[in-house]
């Protein structure tokens, strides 16, 4: 069975500041694909990036940023210079890599809620 | 960019009400899912449906149904309703794929969710 565990419940910090968010997931798959989501206030998840288990490079968008550690079976989430908007509730997630044309769902971890203060 | 819209942003029902919700893509996606989000609890999986017409269980799909008659429209039914049913309920949008490293594929687009109060 496949796990995500998001074990920071609620992190704040001041604006400017740096933040990192963990992620740890659990498959027997071999090929499998890892996720972040944000969800502000509105409700609405908003997709934010899409990992491949074959491609460890790690991402940088802005001031987004993504480890991936196959080896720890990390994917943890950096945020730079943070900013108020980007308080939200960010959810990993990983779903298998199919074919076939079948259809399966996202498990998700329970959401890190990010608070940043002015 | 894709769309997904649900039909209702709040809801509130009576328990035994016959509860719809309806979700709506505009991309031409196979694949729909309906999922529930609870404090605490994440978000899990009630049913998903690789097309038309199809229903697959998720991880949660007592108390609940689907439907699928067109491509673009997955609706969930609560046949009757109950207290343990208040949740946030959201849907979400796949194009089907098969692997590989296709940036479009295998990424779900959700709506803005469905509060659903039952009272």
């Known amino acids: 069975a496949q796990k995500v565990t998001q074990a920071q419940t609620e992190i704040s910090v001041v604006e400017k500041e740096d933040v990192t968010l963990d992620c740890v997931y659990e498959?027997?798959?071999?090929?499998?694909?890892l996720f972040w989501y944000k969800q502000p206030p509105s409700g609405e998840l908003v997709f934010l990036i899409r990992?491949?288990?074959?491609?460890?490079q790690n991402e940088i968008s802005g001031r987004y940023s993504w480890n991936f550690q196959k080896s720890t079976s990390s994917f943890n989430f950096t945020i730079t210079a943070s900013q108020v908007v980007d308080s939200a509730v960010y959810f990993c997630?990983?779903?298998?890599?199919?074919?076939?044309?079948?259809?399966?769902?996202?498990?998700f971890g329970k959401g890190t809620h990010l608070i940043i203060q002015p | 960019d894709v769309k997904v819209t649900q039909s209702s942003r709040y809801l509130v029902k009576r328990t035994g009400e016959k509860v719809f919700l309806e979700c709506v893509q505009d991309?031409?996606?196979?694949?729909m899912f309906w999922y529930r989000q609870d404090p605490g609890l994440g978000l899990r999986l009630i049913y998903f449906?690789?097309?038309?017409?199809?229903?697959e269980k998720g991880d949660i799909p007592e108390g609940y149904s689907v439907s699928r008659e067109k491509k673009e429209r997955f609706s969930l039914i609560l046949e009757s309703a109950s207290t343990n049913q208040t949740s946030m309920y959201l849907c979400?949008?796949?194009?089907?794929?098969?692997?590989?490293?296709?940036?479009?594929?295998?990424?779900?687009?959700f709506g803005a969710g469905t509060r659903l109060s039952v009272l």
């Open positions: 991309m031409d996606h196979e694949n």
């Open positions: 997630a990983l779903s298998e890599a199919y074919s076939g044309g079948g259809a399966d769902g996202l498990t």
């Open positions: 979400a949008s796949r194009l089907k794929g098969f692997g590989g490293t296709e940036l479009a594929k295998n990424i779900q687009y």
């Open positions: 990992r491949n288990s074959f491609d460890e």
């Open positions: 498959t027997r798959d071999t090929t499998y694909y």
């Open positions: 449906s690789y097309d038309v017409k199809m229903k």
